[in-house]
């Protein structure tokens, strides 16, 4: 339809204009006519460019200059329309200014009118959409390996002494742009790189060689030999060091870039319990690039080990066996020796287990407890591995006491739970009890809704869903209820899972305190770049299938409550002889579990209250079942 102008009833037709497209083999061409051809000439030059009409949509209407622009006999690609021009090249900035820019679009506009009113574009429609391209084209640029803010690297020497040689007849002056292409924070960045303009010496075609400087001084600054000592990189266990970290390294350069592998591999991490589930961490722990391990274990190394667990071998069980703590640390340093592993052989005080048979008995206990203290103060991550649940309880508190990550791995015949204990905060913050009262129930009891964004100060601990106090889980028990009987490969499962569950943490940016993922979260966008961050982990072998359950922190918990933790700290050791000493009941009346019997027995007309059941899969011994499975 045509358009009308100035009849109120039709729109005025309007129309997109191009978008020049310059390719990078024109400016090189560009270069090359500029410094062998043209080089001082400003005379207008014919060119030659094309437009598409094929483009997707969305796209600008391009008019497109190639390398081969300065050749006018050049075919133009097929499907696309030639457009002519003119190309004014200035050799100076100032000119470049100061060219009439009015005067050169009225020529052109002249040329093409001519065309029309001659008749000329219709033999040769080709003159309609002429163009002209004004320029200013002598920058010389080097990939400059400097730092520094005012001066170029040495590339740049050598290219000076280059174009003064050839140029220095036609060019005064050229301009440098020195390239920098860094990485900062992640992004690269070319915001450093500098542009200055250099004077050219006249050296025009000399034949003499210019004086010639290079020679590297040496550490003292002077021109003599400088010596190199290769001697560490061929030290074995130096290649090895720099040889482990191939597959994080790997990891961190294009799949997990925001990684952060220091705060891995700087972890000081202390096992507790060496057995199928130690060996299997400790392993996962050297593959993730931890240095600093810990085993603390009172058994020896039995002909049933090695099978399952990877860190012995048959000749660990001759002579009554090696002292498994201590074998696993030096096995640890055979597979790699720059871990700093170390391995303790001693016991771990439990409820139920009376030390006060005789003053050395008593003795020996408080220096297991100061040692235990001890060892938890001096590393940032505690794994409790054991086979017991009462085993478990000293380094429950004593972590939470000294507000350490705590991650819990317990296995059943073929089911297994891996979690991380809620972490308290610092008294100093002013948290008071972050152990919030709430029902005594199981969490899939309770519904997903309730345990939704909790932070980790207010997670749950290994004990807190439990209503009865540990005690001795062994006595009266045959020889599969005293030890862990699994399928082969559960250790393994729940060992490497205890290892992800902490690194996860660690990458998180709150650590410990971050907010427990549970399994609605798993189609949610991740709070780290490895993925969700659990309180627990529960695996049905069986069915080949994790849940991850959140459960909040109990004021009853005989472990990590305000009562606990503020008698523990009040009276230390006073307070965790009676605790070994006595029945399961010294505790359950301390938190309030008692009067909680009694008002369940009151309420349902039952000795047994409702949320205690027999759970033979529970840490290998039947017992009192934890909710946290």
């Known amino acids: 339809m045509a ?154 020497r050598n290219f000076l002494v280059l174009a003064a040689h050839r140029w220095s007849s036609s060019f005064q002056s050229v301009e440098v742009l020195c390239f920098r292409d860094r990485t900062l924070q992640g992004m690269r960045d070319v915001t450093h790189s500098i542009i200055f303009e250099v004077k050219l010496p ?12 290079g020679w590297e001084k040496n550490q003292k600054g002077g021109m003599g030999p400088r010596m190199v000592n290769l001697s560490e990189c061929m030290d074995p266990k130096r290649l090895a060091e720099s040889s482990v970290d191939l597959n994080l390294k790997l990891m961190c350069w294009r799949l997990v870039p925001t990684l952060d592998l220091d705060k891995v591999v700087s972890v000081k991490c202390l096992l507790l319990g060496a057995g199928t589930l130690g060996c299997n961490v400790a392993r996962t722990l050297m593959g993730w690039g931890v240095r600093h391990i810990t085993f ?94 009462e085993s478990r309880w000293l380094p429950a508190v004593i972590a939470a006491s000294k507000r350490k990550l705590v991650i819990n791995a317990a296995l059943g015949f073929d089911t297994f739970v891996v979690m991380r204990h809620g972490l308290k905060k610092p008294k100093q913050q002013g948290a008071g009890d972050l152990c919030p009262s709430h029902p005594v129930a199981p969490a899939d009891l309770l519904g997903p809704s309730l345990f939704a964004n909790i932070p980790g100060y207010k997670l749950g601990c290994y004990f807190c869903n439990d209503v009865v106090a540990p005690g001795d889980s062994t006595r009266d028990r045959t020889l599969d209820q005293q030890c862990t009987v699994s399928r082969p490969g559960l250790a393994m499962i729940a060992g490497a899972l205890a290892v992800e569950l902490m690194v996860s943490v660690l990458q998180h940016p709150e650590g410990g305190y971050a907010i427990a993922s549970s399994s609605d979260d798993r189609m949610n966008e991740p709070p780290t770049s490895l993925g969700l ?54 505790l359950e009346d301390l938190t309030g579990l008692t009067l909680l019997h009694q008002e369940t027995q009151a309420a349902e007309g039952t000795r047994v209250p409702a949320l205690v059941q027999e759970d033979p899969t529970c840490c290998g011994a039947t017992k009192p079942v934890c909710h946290n499975y």
């Open 3 to 156: 358009a009308v102008m100035g009849d109120p009833g039709l729109s005025k037709l309007q129309f997109a204009p191009f978008s020049s497209a310059l390719d990078v083999g024109f400016w090189h061409e560009l270069t090359q006519k500029k410094l062998n051809e043209y080089r001082l000439d400003e005379a207008p030059k014919d060119i030659k460019g094309y437009y598409y009409n094929g483009d997707s949509a969305g796209l600008p209407a391009r008019l497109t200059l190639e390398f081969s622009a300065f050749d006018m006999n050049a075919p133009t690609p097929a499907h696309c329309c030639p457009a002519v021009g003119t190309l004014y090249n200035t050799n100076t900035l100032e000119a470049f200014k100061a060219a009439d820019k009015k005067l050169l679009l009225e020529q052109a506009a002249n040329e093409i009118w001519e065309s029309i009113r001659s008749g000329a574009a219709l033999d040769n429609p080709v003159l309609l959409n002429k163009f002209l391209l004004l320029t200013f084209a002598i920058t010389v640029g080097v990939y400059d390996p400097c730092n520094l803010a005012q001066y170029p690297g040495w590339p740049l």
């Open 296 to 389: 603390v274990d009172n058994a020896k190394i039995s002909y049933s080990n090695p099978v399952r667990q990877p860190l012995y071998e048959f000749e660990d069980c001759l002579v009554g066996g090696k002292p498994k703590a201590l074998a696993a640390a030096d096995r640890l340093q055979k597979i790699f020796p720059g871990v700093n592993a170390r391995g303790f052989n001693m016991s771990i005080p439990m409820p139920g287990h009376p030390v006060n048979f005789s003053s050395v008995t008593l003795e020996q206990a408080r220096r297991d407890v100061e040692r235990l203290e001890q060892l938890v103060e001096g590393h940032d991550v505690v794994f409790l591995l054991m086979d017991t649940r």
């Open 202 to 213: 006249e050296m025009a075609f000399s034949p003499d060689c210019p004086k010639a400087v």
């Open 533 to 586: 961050v659990p309180h627990q982990i529960r695996g049905f072998l069986s069915r080949f299938d994790n849940v991850l359950p959140v459960s909040l922190a109990f004021d009853k918990c005989t472990a990590c409550s305000s009562k606990v933790l503020d008698q523990y700290e009040r009276e230390g050791f006073n307070f965790l002889v009676k605790v070994f000493n006595s029945s399961h009941s010294f």
